[in-house]
């Protein structure tokens, strides 16, 4: 008898023309190898998401649909696909100023009246940037990029707040030292410039141990120096959103 072909759509003969295996091609779209190797054994459906970060990395548009016409694709065809859309400081330019467009309509029309969405909106926003980078690894090439632009600060950090707070620990590269006691005051120096979530969080976090001190004290109104700390925080916000968002 004999055997019968293997199954192959269009999703594998992407990746194989690219000569990726399906880990590769994994990492490469942002997902699990398992999702690859079930929508190419056909046990599963091309989501949308799937698709639309399919055509993002190759310009080939693929569908869910009971017959494929079976397509080709080599590194030949990617690379000249890859030279076609690749930016250049002024396409970047260009492709903010878009963005930007429909982030700011986006803002805009969570803030008519009525609507009631705007920091929902905006914090969606916000996770949504720091996922896409997280997929597709782009952390140290935003470092690199800020470097670059010089936008370094190096400041000292209380060695007990470093221990508290995890991701300001590793977003200034601390090491600690079991030597070093908590009241002492370390010079550290970390890119500047990126906002989204871990620079939120670094202002939620201080704003919940002012909030902790207060209750503490019990206390229901703010002293005079806790005034001005809130202040400073709010500032030193303005200034992180000034610098992802430059004018």
Do not use: C
Request: avoid cysteine; proline fraction near 4%; glycine fraction near 4%.
């Amino acid at each position: 008898m004999p055997k019968k072909p293997k199954f192959k759509n269009n999703l594998t003969r992407v990746r194989e023309g690219l000569g990726l295996s399906q880990p590769e091609f994994a990492r490469k779209l942002g997902v699990s190898a398992s999702i690859i190797k079930k929508v190419e054994a056909g046990k599963r459906t091309l989501s949308q998401d799937l698709s639309a970060a399919i055509f993002a990395e190759t310009g080939r548009l693929l569908i869910s649909a009971p017959e494929e016409t079976p397509l080709e694709y080599t590194t030949e065809d990617h690379a000249a696909w890859k030279k076609e859309v690749l930016f250049d400081q002024k396409s970047v330019k260009g492709a903010e100023r878009v963005v930007m467009k429909l982030v700011e309509l986006l803002l805009a029309a969570s803030a008519r009246p009525g609507v009631e969405k705007s920091y929902v909106v905006f914090h969606a926003l916000i996770q949504a940037i720091e996922r896409v980078k997280n997929e597709f690894h782009m952390e140290k090439h935003i470092d690199a990029e800020l470097r670059d632009r010089q936008a370094t600060e190096t400041k000292l950090y209380n060695v007990g707040e470093l221990r508290k707070n995890d991701l300001l620990a590793r977003q200034v590269g601390f090491k600690d030292d079991p030597k070093l006691s908590n009241e002492a005051q370390i010079p550290l120096t970390k890119s500047v410039g990126w906002l989204p979530v871990k620079e939120m969080f670094n202002v939620a976090w201080q704003h919940r141990e002012l909030m902790q001190e207060m209750s503490r004290s019990g206390s229901d109104t703010l002293t005079e120096a806790q005034k001005v700390e809130l202040a400073e925080m709010e500032k030193q916000r303005d200034r992180d959103v000034d610098a992802f968002l430059p004018r």
